[in-house]
């Protein structure tokens, strides 16, 4: 299991690694002079030359880089002149908000979506089964900032029950947080819950047709035990990877949610910066998005070692 | 050996001839088309996309007024039977808008993918075929890319390359390397082992001729498989990017940015938002129901 | 039969196992019909495809249905097993009917420790207090011959080898002392000296507990080291039934005699014979007697009547037109 884990945290180092030359390449590609983009309208000439040393651009590519991973490994993200504040500020105020939706909605898809999986697939080709896998696949083919906004209309325009925008922080009041994340949640929610339903449908069937489900049955085991006890424990097994994989997804669709709900997040964060060409802050927001892809894959990766036995007890 | 019933399939620049053979051919599809319409949802799929399909064909004849055109009706009109979709804040009208929408939904999301599976089978038959530290280097690349969550590398490339309907192609396309790299690389290494490549190796064929005309056939499944599912995920990808603004630039229809651009009047004029979000989820459902069935019938792992 | 009738603890009678398919329904098990007796040890023997392992799951039900259908009787203790509710069944499974499968390294649930595996096994049908279950966990896998058994209790399956696995569904199976064990082809999937050993654990136990054993087997040689009584099925019914001795001595059909000759001898001197031809699939039956396409003795009439078992000697019973005559 050790080894395990440490071979996989070695992978990630690596993965890590290649991400941070793509990103060092891909802002390098950005055309224009990143200087004359810091510093705005007006400047002199002496604030140039003294940005340009300072950012060490006057030196080669590879050191270049070197600098720059090497600020980056110390949490340096550099001050942002555009928006007038420090990046790494800016990106953590606009994480919060931003895994918070994440959080809720993994949550809220996988309490909708295991028992909808279970429920098809022990009625497998039932009006249940084909019932919930056609909710499920309209789920993830709803485009999310779409769902969002059809929500909006219905629950705020025209009930009233929710509000339509906003964030509040749970600290500083919770009911109003929660309020307030609810229609967010059930549009990113339903789309997460969606992807696993079918997930967690294929894994079970495929599971109960296996050899140590019918002998468990001679044994005498009821049917309930069957399928709550000894089939799910390993048809879930491969969901929790499936809900690591989509992990990166789950990221993505909140950008799009977060900018229908007008929540400060990540996601308008960056499409801000694109705007004001305020590139270090996308690059930063960049990086910390793959970079909770990358470790919440890893963490998958090993707790999936720790939840199979072939691997937790040999390996 | 996994073939696709007969099916010849163009593949980058070479024609592979699948073992069976000109009467063969037609009967394989037809065993394939039995299978396959058993799945009501597969055929519902398939007709919905060919239906978006005609319409971005024929948006010229089908769209009743231009969809650039300003003031054909008055602004935010609702739906009426002068204008089905009702009109837009510029009074445009919207179901000639949609219709045309079609068009860059279609052509992005499919030329994107071809682009991507072009890339992504090359890299992945290359790093499988010859293993090694070549294999090594192209699969880490590919893990650091598939580390990116699609919208957001599509995002940092559009903030590179600015907007317009290429760079979108471009930015949804990179976004899908990955994935089939790493479905062709795995069917590789198993076919690799297969007793004809080895005796097409000792018959002193090269390794080019190997790998498209023995290995790339037998991988292929697969393949089809993973573009008809992506396809659905492209379009999606590029409706947000629109969405946020990044996509093709206005007046240009785009289904995203007609989404985005109704939010603005979602009291006074739902419709503006709601419509066009209803042919972009039809198209993306049809899609991803077309795409299950050809991965039931066609791809014999997944089959269940 | 009638003097043994009262030692009879389980009939089947005309069972029948359907799947429907485009052309129709295949019959893979085709009336069915016998019985087992107290402590004795029953052969089902045939080729692959034969519906062996069909016949035995549809005993206890543990066919899937559908596509499967099941009918005709399997009488235990005065109850139709295929009538009872399934919370009925499952009271009787691996409490008095067990089985174990072909694939011992499949049969355990690779997330569970072995020794829970069958510690569950007896908590779902002995009423004793959990520690003196927890116990004979260890005690039972001792006696199946699984060396520091108190240890390997808490190991996963993946440790175990196929033989040792196959201990293990020994022990499930014997666990709660059924009165029948149904054993598939227990040592198919296992190396030859492994195979030995584990049948004559099979052997031992069962007459040591008294349990009844169906030993379900593709092998005859097996079937004749370890069994009372054999059963000789092909193509979904069963066209032979007799005593060791008997079906070696005098076999009546021209299939069964087929399958003897097919056999290794002793002295490795004679050659081995083979039966022409293949099983016929489920799709393609011959009309009329299901072997004759391939019987040496077959004649017109065999294409168009189906024989019957009928008596062809003492406890000896065979479904060939040509017996008796
Ligand atoms: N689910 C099923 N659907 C259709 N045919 C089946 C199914 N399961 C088994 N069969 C068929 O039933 C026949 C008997 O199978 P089986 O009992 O496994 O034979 P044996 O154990 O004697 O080798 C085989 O021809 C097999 O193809
Ligand atoms: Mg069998």
């Known amino acids: 299991m050790t080894r395990f884990a440490l071979s996989r945290v070695g992978q990630t180092v690596g993965v890590l690694w290649i991400v941070s030359v793509i990103l060092f390449v891909l802002m390098r590609l950005i055309p224009g002079d990143p200087v004359l983009i810091m510093l705005g309208d007006e400047f002199t000439d002496e604030a140039y030359r003294q940005l340009r040393a300072q950012l060490g651009l006057d030196r080669s590519l590879l050191i270049q880089y070197l600098v720059w991973l090497g600020n980056i490994l110390r949490g340096e993200f550099g001050y942002s002149y555009i928006s007038h504040a420090s990046v790494a500020d800016l990106v953590f105020q606009a994480y919060v908000p931003t895994l918070w939706l994440v959080i809720a909605s993994l949550i809220l898809g996988t309490i909708i979506a295991i028992p909808s ?8 080709d039932s009006a249940w089964d084909y019932g919930s896998m056609g909710v499920a696949i309209v789920g993830f083919s709803m485009p999310s900032f779409w769902k969002g906004i059809l929500l909006i209309w219905i629950f705020s325009v025209h009930l009233g029950w929710f509000p339509a925008m906003g964030y509040v922080a749970p600290w500083a009041d919770f009911r109003e947080s929660m309020w307030k994340l609810v229609l967010p949640a059930v549009t990113l929610g339903t789309f997460f819950a969606g ?17 140590y489900i019918k002998a468990a049955r001679a044994k005498g085991v009821g049917q309930a035990a069957l399928v709550y006890r000894h089939a799910l424990a390993n048809a879930l097994i491969p969901v929790v990877t499936v809900i690591g994989l989509q992990f990166g997804a789950l990221l993505g669709g909140a950008v799009l949610t977060e900018t229908v709900f007008t929540i400060p997040g990540m996601g308008r964060l960056t499409v801000a910066a694109i705007t004001t060409r305020d590139y270090q802050v996308v690059q930063a927001a960049i990086l910390v998005g793959v970079l909770s892809v990358v470790l919440v894959n890893l963490l998958v990766d090993i707790s999936y070692a720790f939840l199979n036995p072939k691997i937790r007890v040999t390996a | 050996m996994r073939t696709l019933d007969g099916l010849t399939v163009e593949s980058p620049g070479v024609t592979v001839p699948t073992p069976a053979a000109e009467p063969g051919a037609a009967a394989g599809i037809g065993r394939w088309w039995r299978r396959f319409a058993r799945s009501k949802g597969a055929v519902f799929g398939l007709a919905v996309f060919l239906a978006i399909v005609v319409m971005a064909v024929f948006a010229g004849v089908l769209a009743p007024y231009d969809p650039l055109t300003q003031g054909v009706g008055a602004p935010l009109e609702k739906p009426s039977l002068a204008h089905w979709a009702g009109t837009d804040s510029f009074g445009r009208d919207m179901l000639s808008r949609i219709i045309y929408g079609a068009r860059i939904a279609l052509i992005v999301g499919i030329v994107a993918v071809l682009l991507a599976l072009v890339a992504g089978v090359t890299l992945g038959l290359v790093a499988g075929y010859y293993g090694g530290v070549l294999d090594a280097v192209i699969m880490r690349v590919m893990d650091a890319l598939f580390a990116f969550p699609i919208i957001i590398l599509a995002i940092a490339m559009m903030a590179i390359m600015g907007f317009g309907v290429t760079n979108v192609i471009i930015a949804v396309g990179v976004g899908f390397i990955a994935p089939f790299a790493r479905v062709t690389r795995g069917d590789v290494l198993a076919v690799k082992e297969e007793p004809y490549i080895e005796a097409a190796r000792l018959a002193g064929i090269g390794n080019l001729p190997i790998i498209f005309r023995h290995v790339l056939p037998n991988v292929l499944a697969p393949i089809i498989v993973q573009g008809a599912l992506r396809v659905s995920g492209a379009i999606i990808t590029e409706a947000g990017l629109s969405f946020l603004g990044l996509g093709p630039p206005p007046p240009t229809p785009v289904w995203g940015s007609m989404i985005a651009e109704g939010r603005n009047f979602i009291v006074m004029a739902p419709h503006i938002s709601t419509i066009p979000g209803v042919a972009l989820m039809l198209t993306v459902v049809g899609l991803n129901l077309f795409g299950d069935g050809l991965r039931d019938t066609l791809d014999p792992r997944l089959r269940r | 039969m009638t003097e043994d009738q009262s030692d009879v603890i389980l009939e089947v009678r005309n069972l029948v196992v359907e799947f429907s398919s485009e052309d129709g329904p295949l019959r893979a ?16 023997v045939g080729e692959s495809g034969a ?6 799951e549809a005993m206890l039900r543990l066919v899937r249905c559908p596509p499967g259908r099941i009918s005709g009787e399997v009488r235990f203790r005065g109850q139709n097993l295929l009538a009872l509710d399934e919370p009925a069944l499952a009271g009787i499974r691996g409490k008095e009917i067990a089985m174990i499968f072909q694939n011992p390294g499949a049969s355990l649930n690779p997330v569970f420790r072995v020794g829970d595996q069958l510690l569950e096994a007896m908590r779902l049908h002995l009423r004793e207090p959990a520690r003196s279950l927890r116990e004979r966990v260890g005690e039972i896998l001792g006696r199946v011959g699984i060396p520091s058994a108190a240890t390997r209790a808490r190991d996963y399956p993946h440790q175990f080898s196929g033989g040792m696995a196959q201990r293990v569904m020994i022990g499930i199976g014997i666990s709660c002392v059924p009165s029948l064990l149904i054993a598939d082809e227990p040592t198919t999937a296992l190396d030859v000296t492994i195979q030995a050993q584990v049948l004559a654990l099979l052997r031992s136990l069962a007459r040591e507990l008294g349990v009844a054993v169906l030993l379900v087997s593709h092998d005859l040689g097996i079937i004749s080291q ?11 019914r069963i066209v032979e039934e007799a005593d060791v001795a008997t079906i070696f001595r005098a076999p009546a059909h021209p299939y069964t005699r087929g399958l003897i000759d097919c056999l290794p001898r002793m002295d490795g001197s004679a050659r081995l014979g083979t039966i022409a031809g293949v099983m016929p699939g489920l799709r393609s039956l011959p009309s009329g007697c299901p072997f004759h396409p391939r019987c040496p003795l077959a004649e017109p009439r065999c294409a168009e009547e189906a024989p019957k078992l009928r008596s062809a000697g003492d406890h000896h019973s065979a479904a060939c037109l040509l017996v008796g005559t």
């Open chain 3, 226 to 236: 370890m069994c009372h009584r054999v059963l000789v099925m092909y193509a979904g």
């Open chain 1, 195 to 211: 992807l696993v339903a079918r997930i967690v449908r294929s894994s079970l069937l495929e599971v109960l047709d296996l050899d």
């Open chain 3, 29 to 44: 098990v085709d009336g069915v019909s016998f019985a087992v007796r107290r402590g004795e040890i029953v052969g089902l």
């Open chain 1, 117 to 124: 999986g279970i429920v098809a697939a022990m009625r497998k």
């Open chain 3, 51 to 56: 519906g062996k392992t069909l016949t035995s």
